[in-house]
């Protein structure tokens, strides 16, 4: 069974700052990866893709990196914002379905 | 953009009730799929939907479940007679395909509460 860890579970920053995120990942045998934001209440925005053959992935400020022989990504979002705060959901697809981390949540301090 | 809808967004019952959730996935979109969050936890699979058929359940996805795609556009999720413990945001995606390198597309959310 997959499972998928995130660390850390909260980050709090300066603005301006640069964040890094971490996502582990049990079972390397996936088909691609995905980050999401969440704010409170709200639902799944995707940020990134990752294909399982793809080692990087970038999208404006956000950048995600994926090593799947290790079972690992991570998402660095550049000159954070105070509009970046929310959370951060990494998922790993294996066969129809997408397994979740429990997120990290972000706060950037104006 | 196209987006995946649904509704309602807040939904209240009595347990025992039957509820339905509504989805619109992308319109050329082929799988669908309910993930459920309960509150401070993770996001879990319930189960994915092909061709008019499940291909993939989760244990969760019990006999109280059912899914469903009455017409060309609407994807339903119908939970027959709920349990306080269903109360949770339920989400709707859509993807082109359901293998291999797909994006999902998540809908806004069903906050299903059950008194």
């Known amino acids: 069974k997959q499972e998928v860890t995130q660390i850390p579970a909260a980050l709090s920053v300066p603005e301006g700052e640069n964040l890094v995120l971490n996502c582990s990942f049990t079972?390397?045998?996936?088909?691609?990866l995905q980050w999401f934001r969440q704010d409170p209440g709200k639902g799944l925005t995707s940020l990134l893709l990752i294909q399982s053959s793809q080692r990087e992935q970038t999208s404006g400020r956000l950048n995600a990196s994926l090593d799947k022989s290790s079972g690992r990504s991570t998402l660095y979002i550049a000159a954070s914002q105070p509009g970046d705060s929310a959370t951060y959901l990494c998922?790993?697809?294996?066969?129809?379905?997408?397994?979740f981390g429990a997120g990290t949540t972000v706060t950037v301090r104006a | 953009e196209p987006e995946v809808t649904q509704t309602p967004s807040h939904q209240v019952t009595q347990m025992g009730q039957e509820v339905i959730l509504r989805c619109v996935p992308i319109s050329n979109h082929l799988y669908f799929y309910w993930y459920r969050q309960i509150l401070g936890q993770k996001v879990e699979f319930l189960v994915s939907?092909?061709?008019?058929?499940?291909?993939?359940k989760s244990e969760i996805f019990d006999d109280q479940f059912s899914v469903e795609r009455p017409d060309g556009s609407n994807f339903t999720l119908k939970i027959r007679s709920t349990k306080l413990e269903d109360s949770a945001m339920y989400f709707c995606a859509s993807s082109p395909q359901g293998f291999g390198n797909t994006e999902a597309f998540f809908g806004q959310g069903t906050r299903l509460t059950v008194v």
């Open positions: 998922a790993v697809r294996n066969d129809y379905k997408l397994s």
């Open positions: 939907f092909y061709n008019n058929e499940i291909s993939e």
């Open positions: 079972d390397s045998a996936i088909y691609n």
